[in-house]
């Protein structure tokens, strides 16, 4: 069983699909993680954001792996943990520079599919109902209204010990949204067949509890 959960940055997907994930005991896959980790590499060896060609064989030459730990999710790269360094404000200013590259989606999209090659699971991203799992048994597709998201991004930031204004994290959000959206590979999109959850005055537990019914009544149906 694949759930795909998609949506934009500040939406509540991490929260959600790591209690959904908890609650059916199965696997969680943050595949935005995949591409933070890979865009640390390119940062650390250099890769200029325009070269393609370098983004594309430095990801078929990299290993990303995710593993739960409790309530966390580790991330390693090339066998390093890089939880915190892949969470900062300015790799997230950047992710989508390796994020619009063709070659490079298709790369992570084969490995997402991989991790789930054996067992159930709730991944988390922007093409996962549409791309890497058009078959997915559940599809959802959350929102929320843009303020809130940037009020929730604030919140996520300063509790890792970013300093921010509202403001500045708004200005992000509505750059990450629009090249999220408007990228020609694998852009951000609602699939026909997902179930829009807006989350704007829901609480994370309650838009885990609507995913959680709906999957519950379908598999009793
Ligand atoms: O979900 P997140 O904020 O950690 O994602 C980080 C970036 O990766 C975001 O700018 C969009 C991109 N991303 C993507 O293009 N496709 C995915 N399936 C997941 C994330």
Redesign the pocket.
Known sequence: MIIAIDGP?GSG??TVSKAVAKRLGILYV????M??ALTLKAIRKGCGFEDEKALIDLSAETEINLQASGDTLKVFLDGEDVGAQIRTAEL?NV??YI?RVPGV?SR?AELQRSVCAESDAVL?????GTI?FPNAEFKFYLDADPKERANRRLKDLMATGHKMTLEEVEKAVKI?DK??MTRQA?PLRCAEDAIVIDTTRLTAEEVAEKVLKTIHEAKKS
Do not use: Q
């Open positions: 940055a997907k991490s943050d595949t935005g993680a591409y933070r997230t992710v989508r994020a989606r992570m988390e991203g922007r093409d996962i890497v990450r090249g999220d694998g």
